[in-house]
């Protein structure tokens, strides 16, 4: 499995990176994608929509079966990335460059790991 420090991690497998205070990046685990195998469709949020720490805002699906993916932050969406539309390989084959959003005015987190407090957290 593959992490990265300067991301924080959700009990729920998304990954989130901080620029500040208030803006970060958020993405699915390495782990994730591995477990649920090769991503055929994602379902993304609009720029403008509000996401709440610990609810759905997007969902993955695999050969395997359809996922939510949880919200790490609560604030709201400047940036989505589309090219995960049309290709959510992307996800497999980079799951820390593959990232689903951008999000501004953070106002909530939800409860989050560094990166080794997530590997432990996965081994069990």
Do not use: C
Not at 90 to 113: P, Q, S, Y
Request: net charge negative.
């Amino acid at each position: 499995m593959n992490l990265k420090s300067d991301r924080m991690y959700a009990e729920s497998h998304e990954w989130v990176l901080f620029e500040n205070e208030t803006t970060a990046t958020v993405g699915l685990t390495d782990f994730a994608h591995s477990e649920l195998g090769d991503l055929v469709f994602v379902n993304l949020p609009q720029v403008g929509d509000t996401i709440t720490a610990g609810a759905t805002f997007a969902d993955v699906e695999s050969v395997k079966a359809v996922s939510d993916v949880y919200s790490p932050v609560t604030g709201t969406v400047v940036a989505v990335n589309e090219a995960l539309l049309d290709a959510p390989q992307k996800i497999n084959e980079d799951a820390f460059a593959a990232w689903f959003v951008k999000v501004e005015n953070i106002t909530a987190r939800g409860k989050l790991m560094n990166a080794d407090e997530y590997q432990e957290f996965t081994e069990k």
